[in-house]
Structures are given as structure tokens and as C-alpha cells.
């Protein structure tokens, strides 16, 4: 893809410009790697280190690469967040929203999400998943204006819930 400069902002703590663009395909390792890294606290919340986001390899990433549009947040160089979102029959599918632990909590995962949602001009609806107990993530998401409308129980420890926003509801 393409590398093409999208967002700017400031880290809040450290000063540091942080710059949202499109990754490359060579960005997928660091990418899966920071994938691992973000996921280990979702896998101990449910005590269950078999979850995709774990076990994904790097063919797999690839692939993602090729049939989605990929973000990453970087701060000098160094690739601190990520997100990916498809377009499907007018819905936004967004996966992955990825922040290392070292840089949660500053807005990075808000804007990164920003960014992928305004990257799908056509998108009549966004729709992601989260774990249920990870409070967090549904915090979050709620603050950006998703609401659960479904959720399925994936094995006796994971359920995921589903979440859901008009394009219009960024009106309101």
C-alpha cells in the first residue's frame, strides 16, 4: 500500500508527533508482533491464551494486509498502534485496534479509530467486537458512540459482544 500521511497529534505525556498513515506491506511483522504484545492482557483477562489476535502468523497478517486497510500510529519511526477495517455491503468491519501498553490511555486507539472510520467514505455502518468482560474496550467504544446489538459465546471462556454505529450517529 501505498504510504500516505493521514493524522498528526501531539502524545500527551511525552510531547513526542505521533503520525496515523496507511502501514506497508513490510510493517506486517512489526505489526503481529505488536498484535502479541497488546493481546497478552486480553488472554489473561480471560485466561485463555489461544485467542486469534496470539495466535495469528504472519501469512495470516499478510493476507490481512492484502484485504484490508491497514493503520499504524507511529512516534519516531517506531510503530506504537494499529487498526484495520474492511468495507462489506456498506459496513465498515473494524479489527485489531491495537495501542503497545507503554502508550495506552493518551488517545492513540481514539484516534486511530477516527481515522479508520473516516477512511471508509462510503460506510453506512461501523461494526467491531470485544471481549465481554474487557471493560475497557467497552468503554471506550461506547464513548465513540457503539452500541452492543449482539453477542456470541465463542468457548466456555470467551463471548464476544458485538457493537455497532451509524455513519449518521457522528452527526449527533
Do not use: W
Amino acid at each position: 500500500m501505498m504510504k500516505t500521511a493521514q493524522a498528526y497529534g501531539e502524545s500527551e505525556q511525552r510531547g513526542e508527533d505521533m503520525i496515523i498513515e496507511l502501514a506497508e506491506d513490510a510493517d506486517a511483522q512489526a505489526v503481529l508482533d505488536l498484535q502479541r504484545l497488546a493481546y497478552v492482557s486480553e488472554a489473561e483477562l480471560y485466561n485463555d491464551y489461544s485467542i486469534p489476535p496470539l495466535t495469528q502468523t504472519l501469512e495470516e497478517m499478510q493476507s490481512d494486509f492484502r484485504r484490508q486497510v491497514v493503520y499504524r500510529a507511529t512516534i519516531d519511526g517506531r510503530i506504537i498502534g494499529s487498526v484495520r477495517g474492511h468495507l462489506e455491503d456498506g459496513t465498515c468491519h473494524i479489527g485489531r485496534l491495537i495501542v503497545h501498553p507503554d502508550f495506552q490511555n493518551r488517545g492513540i486507539g481514539t484516534a486511530l479509530m477516527a481515522r479508520v472510520e473516516q477512511h471508509f467514505t462510503d460506510a453506512v455502518r461501523f461494526e467491531l467486537f470485544t471481549g465481554d468482560i474487557s471493560e475497557h474496550n467497552l468503554y471506550l467504544y461506547g464513548k465513540l458512540g457503539y452500541h452492543v446489538f449482539d453477542t456470541k459465546h465463542l468457548t466456555d471462556k470467551v463471548t464476544i459482544v458485538l457493537l455497532e454505529k451509524s455513519r449518521d450517529a457522528d452527526a449527533q
